[in-house]
């Protein structure tokens, strides 16, 4: 079965200080692994998608098949960086549209 | 431009109540999905329909939740007889189809603002 793994509900960091929130996986094949991201009173948005490479807002995310792992880093922390952060995938055994998320992570960045 | 669109905003029930959601997504998205996510627990998928059939609902939790998609426009997802259980956030989202896009990878969904839903 497809599960994505969250461990910290909360994390906690002094604005400029380096970000990494945790997402571990489970899938048999090669799925598909991004970032969501929901700021206060705004909807639930993609963030990242491992297939694009891309650093968005000085996030970046390195999928590692060998620690199924696809944790998202940041070197220096924003205030609005604060927000809850969804770790996903999908992939060609559940249907390339149906995501699972992750429990997600609460990132409180402290002034 | 609009996005998805949700309603109601919230809703508070009691046990045995029905209660109807209702989701208009983006203009020109074929794609349509529900999810829900309990208080502590992850988002997790309900359903997908492409236009007015459903894809996939391997996630409807079971025969008390009705979702329909008539004329492949909007969407409402029905629950009946609610239960305690069935609290939680339900979030609709829409994406595009788009050739071998829509089959081999992920198209990017966008999700609406969700629907509080308590049942007491």
Redo the contacts between chains.
């Keep these: 079965a497809q599960r994505v793994t969250q461990p910290e509900k909360l994390l906690s960091v002094f604005k400029g200080a380096p970000v990494e929130l945790k997402c571990n996986y489970s899938y048999s094949g090669s799925p598909e692994l991004f970032w969501y991201v929901q700021y206060s009173r705004q909807r639930l948005q993609l963030l990242l998608r491992h297939i694009s490479r891309e650093s968005i807002k000085g996030f970046t995310a390195d999928l590692n098949k060998g620690e199924t792992s696809f944790h998202l880093k940041k070197p220096f922390a924003q205030e609005e960086d604060s927000a809850m952060y969804y770790c996903a995938l999908s992939g060609p055994s559940g249907g390339y549209q149906k995501v699972t998320f992750g429990t997600g992570t609460k990132l409180q960045v402290i002034p | 431009e609009a996005?998805?669109t949700q309603f109601p905003s919230h809703s508070v029930i009691e046990k045995g109540q029905t209660v109807t959601l209702r989701c208009d997504p983006i203009s020109g998205h074929d794609?349509l999905?529900w999810?829900r996510r309990v208080m502590?627990?992850?988002?997790?998928?309900l359903l997908?329909f492409v236009k007015e059939s459903k894809?996939?609902e391997?996630?409807m939790p079971n025969n008390r939740f009705l979702a329909e998609r008539t004329g492949g426009t909007y969407s409402t997802l029905k629950v009946q007889p609610a239960e305690l259980e069935d609290s939680g956030v339900y979030?609709c989202a829409s994406?595009q189809s788009g050739g071998l896009a829509?089959?081999?990878?992920?198209?990017?969904?966008?999700?609406?603002?969700?629907t509080r839903l308590t049942v007491l």
């Design positions: 996005g998805v794609n999905y999810y502590g627990k992850e988002i997790k998928f997908h894809q996939d391997s996630g979030f994406s829509g089959i081999s990878s992920y198209n990017e969904q966008f999700f609406g603002p969700g």
